[in-house]
């Protein structure tokens, strides 16, 4: 499984972005889907999580009722909607995903990562 993340990008405090995460290769309806973000100096954190297949999304605290994460099989796309972002978002943004199970918060569970998109919220 190859992931593309895309969508990053500099905006202003309040403003929003969504984040692609393109799936390519061997792509199973039971993957657990995640975005993790990290910000210069600090380790990688978790962000939002789901299954591929659908069902319960996960989400940090800290974004909760901000970010919405979704997905599009046909397109085997998942999607990071970022609303009412603060300067605190800002991070490199990675997309995972994990063969089995549902999403996870543990970056550990994940067997595969995109290369990262750069979000940089401005105040």
């Known amino acids: 499984v190859q992931l593309q993340a895309s969508g990053g990008g500099l905006v202003q405090a309040g403003g929003s972005l969504r984040l692609s995460c393109a799936a390519s290769?061997?792509?199973?309806?039971?993957?657990?889907m995640g975005w993790f973000r990290q910000a210069p100096g600090k380790e990688r954190e978790f962000v939002a999580a789901?299954?591929?297949?659908?069902?319960?999304?996960y989400y940090a605290d800290s974004v909760k009722g901000r970010f919405t994460i979704s997905r599009d099989n046909a397109k085997n796309t998942m999607y990071l909607q970022m609303n009412n972002l603060k300067p605190e978002d800002t991070a490199v943004y990675y997309c995972?995903?994990?063969?089995?199970?549902?999403?996870?918060?543990?970056?550990?569970?994940?067997?595969?990562w995109g290369q990262g998109t750069l979000v940089t919220v401005s105040s």
């Open positions: 290769g061997r792509t199973f309806s039971t993957y657990g």
């Open positions: 995972a995903a994990k063969l089995y199970g549902g999403g996870s918060s543990n970056p550990l569970a994940y067997d595969y």
């Open positions: 789901t299954r591929w297949s659908g069902g319960t999304t």
